[in-house]
């Protein structure tokens, strides 16, 4: 992999978890119930990834459509799942169930990656994803003082399909790179909204409600999908869900800032654990990458000097 490829990668998947962690202040934002509020999501996402379909290649549209294949279509249907079983779980177990479940992604992704595709997962990714995970603990710590009792196993194994479904949408954007996922991702919000529509109340969003919830579909998950599409390909399945951990750090921050809801210190303490875990990677990375190119570029040098008059 060109060192230039995976720090887009990496670049492409950050920008992903940075739109996708704008959702909760949406969400607070927007006066619909939660089934409303992914029903216009989905409708207004799918909308949206249609049409930058249609603008990208034009009268081809539909031929993109029909010849996404299994791969786009199994793509799709992860998403899918992930976002209706996200929904089932909050109403079936506490949040810090849901969010240490779903932190165990990047293991799942790291595990899918090396079993499906034969691709090793670094030591100092593990490691990474170790700590990622200590600090997602520490981030929601305070819930388990205020509703320790109040899981469920059912919501705890819907959590657990959440975590897998995006673990396996990850290594299918990795595995089918030349695919168009595009589609599938307007696929994946249509029937998001197709499942949401039995216990959605369209009518009940207002005019104010329903711009919320375009942006919602368009900017914080359409465009979120597009990112996340590209760049996922670009670099390791295991990094690729380390990093969209992104998420869940900036999710609290966005919530204080705009409506001054102070996420705790174990949020605080918590997430700067879980940054410190994706900048260390990264720059070590970017730093091993950069070691690796610089004898090339020697050789390159010396072989333009043998060859000059």
């Known amino acids: 992999m060109r060192s230039d490829e995976g720090q887009r990668g990496r670049l492409l998947v950050a920008a992903a978890a940075v739109c996708w962690s704008t959702g909760g202040l949406i969400a607070r934002l927007a006066d619909t119930d939660p089934w409303t509020t992914v029903f216009w999501r989905g409708i207004f996402c799918a909308a949206f990834l249609v049409s930058v379909t249609a603008l990208r290649e034009g009268r081809r549209t539909r031929d993109v459509f029909l010849g996404m294949g299994g791969a786009g279509l199994a793509m799709a249907a992860c998403f899918a799942i992930a976002s209706t079983c996200f929904i089932m779980a909050l109403h079936r177990t506490t949040v810090a169930n849901v969010l240490i479940i779903q932190s165990l992604s990047p293991f799942m992704a790291g595990l899918l990656g090396w079993a499906w595709m034969?691709?090793?997962?670094?030591?100092?990714?593990?490691i990474a994803m170790g700590v990622a995970l200590v600090g997602s603990g520490i981030m929601v710590s305070r819930y388990f003082y205020t509703a320790a009792a109040t899981g469920s196993i059912g919501g705890d194994l819907l959590a657990f399909t959440v975590a897998l479904a995006f673990?396996?949408?990850?290594?299918?954007l990795r595995r089918h790179r030349r695919v168009p996922m595009l589609p599938a991702a307007a696929l994946a919000a249509a029937l998001a909204s197709l499942v949401a529509a039995a216990g959605a109340r369209p009518g009940s969003a207002d005019a104010g409600d329903l711009l919320l919830l375009a942006l919602f579909g368009s900017g914080q998950l359409g465009l979120g999908m597009i990112l996340f599409t590209t760049g996922a390909r670009r670099i390791p399945v295991a990094e690729a869900a380390l990093i969209a951990v992104l998420e869940s750090v900036l999710g609290p921050v966005w919530v204080w800032l705009a409506i001054g809801e102070n996420p705790g210190l174990p949020s605080l303490v918590g997430g700067a654990i879980v940054?410190?875990?994706?900048?260390?990677?990264?720059?070590?990375?970017?730093?091993?990458?950069?070691?690796?190119?610089?004898?090339?570029?020697?050789?390159?040098?010396?072989?333009r000097s043998s060859t000059g008059t």
């Open 167 to 172: 673990a396996v949408a990850t290594v299918l």
């Open 275 to 303: 940054l410190a875990a994706l900048a260390g990677h990264t720059l070590t990375d970017l730093r091993l990458e950069s070691r690796a190119a610089a004898p090339q570029s020697g050789s390159g040098s010396r072989n």
């Open 118 to 126: 034969g691709e090793r997962v670094a030591a100092r990714t593990w």
